[in-house]
């Protein structure tokens, strides 16, 4: 009996991971990651700084949240697909998310729609001398957490393979006589 009971509670752990994933897999909950943050932070004259941010597959309502206060100075900012970073370069036009020339305060979202899943590059460049600014990039969207689902699935495989163990086995006797009670 007590085997018994341990193979239904290991059964319906097993259960609940099983369903847990399902539910990590089909529910979609809001994620952020940080792009750049710094107080003070500073720029040379003529020079660029890139930043990256990249949006997983299967994530929807995304953005760019942006706050830029510069304490000295502006700034030239470019919101644009990675893709697209060989021709503006090159000084080619491309077709970008959000553009704005000097700039020295801005806070702002930036919508991406479509959604994209790749990387996003964000250009900050001085073109009127030094810049000093305190600064917070985030990135923003609604998604499915894949790793989870695995994890979950994994943990459930001991739980089940431990419910099968503990589960009340007939004995070589008891299996004969029902064998012989057939023929």
């Known amino acids: 009996m007590r ?10 752990i097993c259960v609940g991971f ?48 942006i706050f830029i206060v510069c304490t ?6 470019i919101i644009f697909k990675s893709m697209d970073w060989i021709a503006w370069d090159a ?34 460049q001085t073109n009127y001398g030094d810049a000093w600014m305190d600064i917070s990039m985030y990135s923003r969207w609604w998604g499915y957490d894949d790793s989870s689902v695995v994890t979950s699935l994994l943990v459930a495989i001991p739980f089940a393979i431990g419910s099968y163990y503990f589960t009340p086995k007939k004995s070589k006797n008891e299996n004969k006589s029902t064998e012989m009670g057939i023929i």
């Not at 952020?32 to 929807?60: A, C, K, M, Y």
């Open 18 to 65: 099983v369903v847990g994933s399902a539910y990590s897999f089909m529910v979609p909950y809001e994620m952020e990651q940080l792009i750049l943050v710094g107080d003070n932070f500073g720029i040379l004259d003529d020079l660029t700084v890139p930043s990256h941010t990249s949006f997983p597959w299967r994530s929807f309502n995304q953005s760019i949240d």
């Open 72 to 77: 000295n100075g502006s700034l030239d900012i």
């Open 3 to 12: 085997g018994n009971m341990i193979s239904i509670i290991l059964a319906f």
């Open 91 to 124: 000084g080619e036009n491309v077709s970008t998310y959000y553009e704005a020339r000097n700039v020295s305060s801005l806070v702002l979202s930036v919508v991406i729609e479509p959604s994209y899943y790749y990387t996003i590059d964000i250009i900050m």
